[in-house]
């Protein structure tokens, strides 16, 4: 059974930095490819970075570029999420999903290729 658990949400203030984790097991993610997307409430979940298990492809929303870095530790089958210089506009619900890496680049930015979740961490980030 594949699971995905997410850590390392909470409180902090702007300008401040959380690493985000999303431990993996259950299938062979070495042809899969990982995504966080964040979600509000009365929101759409929208993309935030992905990255491909071998590592040779990452991808960022243009609202993260320069704050948020996605890497992957493929001996411990866990994908990071470093967020610096966070903004009260970063708050939300922190999501990791994982895809089969069959698709082209530009369908990993929506949520359709990706087949299983986790639960979430809720990040906020006060003014």
């Known amino acids: 059974q594949v699971q995905l658990v997410e850590s390392g949400g909470g409180l902090v203030q702007a300008g401040g930095s959380l690493r985000l984790s999303c431990a993996a097991s259950?299938?062979?993610?070495?042809?899969?490819?990982m995504g966080w997307f964040r979600q509000t409430p009365g929101k759409l979940r929208e993309f935030v970075a992905g990255?491909?298990?071998?590592?040779?492809?990452?991808y960022y929303a243009d609202s993260v570029k320069g704050r948020l870095t996605i890497s992957g530790d493929n001996a411990k089958n866990t994908v990071y999420l470093q967020m610096n210089s966070l903004k009260p506009e970063d708050t939300a619900v922190y999501y990791c999903?994982?895809?089969?890496?069959?698709?082209?680049?530009?369908?990993?930015?929506?949520?359709?290729?990706?087949?299983?979740w986790g639960q979430g961490t809720q990040v906020t980030v006060s003014s």
């Open positions: 259950g299938r062979t993610f070495s042809r899969h490819f």
């Open positions: 990255i491909s298990w071998s590592g040779d492809r990452i």
């Open positions: 999903a994982s895809a089969p890496d069959i698709y082209g680049s530009i369908s990993y930015y929506s949520m359709g290729p990706y087949d299983y």
